[in-house]
């Protein structure tokens, strides 16, 4: 199958809301490339291994990209993209180009090396052969064309969060699964069942294959769908790692399904838009009760009252 990427060149601020965008035209799977960031976990020595050419890990601009079927309605597509991201004050640079699927894989495979998270998480790619370390579960991982593979803050940040919450048996939902590394993480540390949602199908395939990569098939079920509507069990935590705007919205949905004292762990909120999403979780009876800062980014460790 070939897909039309349309990649567009943000500050840090603008991520957020042109990753939303991509959503709302329907994209099928959106990545974020926020090279500066990869250059400041290098320079910390948090990442030892990474193939980027140093000019380009230093560039300050991000870049979204979404990924949509090619097909006769491409002009329009992108006339509208253009619309929506001047109508939210981003100047429009947008770029694109045809790519076949299986080019995807083999793009990622020029600079995603083994890398680890926390205390407890090593991301390898699954081409990628790696001396198991002790104490480290390994999450092996196929990036597909999903958001999602623990190289963002926002994911890695999510994953510190789970290594505090999961010490085994917890039931857990993971609204907007991307590439569904966050759930894989969760059954890695003991947590079943565990049930990843996303409303985007190829996202969908992509995790359904993760979590068979990692064996914890008997743990982890992939459904398609929209948010929480299709959840209808209790559970001890709840993870999303998305959007402010899509935060606000599971806000309801999320302390209706969790159990009494249940955890929230939420991501993906950029920094001026931290107190808005508090605001609405507060109302919902969430407290705060931790929260982790990388760049621009927010993520948010709420328990329910």
Request: one cysteine or more; charged letters at 25%; hydrophobic letters at 45%.
């Amino acid at each position: 199958m070939k897909w039309l990427e349309a990649a567009v060149h943000t500050p840090p601020e603008g991520v957020e809301m042109v990753a939303l965008i991509f959503e709302e035209l329907g994209s099928g799977g959106v990545a974020i490339d926020d090279p500066a960031l990869i250059y400041n976990k290098m320079q910390s020595g948090e990442w030892d291994v990474c193939e980027y050419p140093e000019v380009e890990l230093k560039q300050e601009m991000a870049v979204v990209k979404g990924y949509f079927p090619l097909d006769s309605g491409t002009a329009d597509l992108l006339a509208e993209l253009k619309k929506r991201i001047s109508s939210v004050g981003i100047e429009p640079k947008i770029f694109n180009r045809e790519v076949k699927e299986e080019d995807w894989a083999t793009a990622w495979q020029a600079y995603y090396k083994p890398f680890k998270v926390g205390r407890k998480f090593l991301i390898k790619p699954y081409w990628e052969k790696i001396t198991p370390e002790p104490g480290r579960f390994i999450l092996e991982l196929d990036p597909g064309m999903a958001f999602g593979c623990g190289t963002h803050p926002t994911t890695s940040m999510c994953l510190e969060f789970i290594e505090e919450c999961i010490g085994g048996g917890e039931e857990v939902c993971d609204v907007g699964t991307g590439s569904g590394i966050l759930a894989v993480a969760a059954a890695k540390l003991g947590a079943a069942p565990v049930v990843a949602v996303d409303m985007d199908k190829t996202a969908v395939k992509v995790a359904q294959k993760n979590v068979r990569l990692n064996g914890v098939e008997d743990k982890v079920q992939v459904l398609q769908g929209d948010l929480l509507s299709g959840y209808s069990r209790q559970a001890d935590v709840i993870i999303a790692n998305i959007v402010a705007d899509v935060i606000i919205k599971l806000a309801p949905g999320a302390a209706k399904a969790l159990k009494e004292k249940g955890f929230l762990i939420t991501s993906g909120i950029i920094n001026h838009r931290e107190e808005e999403v508090l605001a609405v979780l507060r109302r919902e009876n969430f407290v705060l009760e931790d929260k982790k800062c990388s760049g621009d980014w927010r993520a948010l460790l709420l328990r329910k009252k």
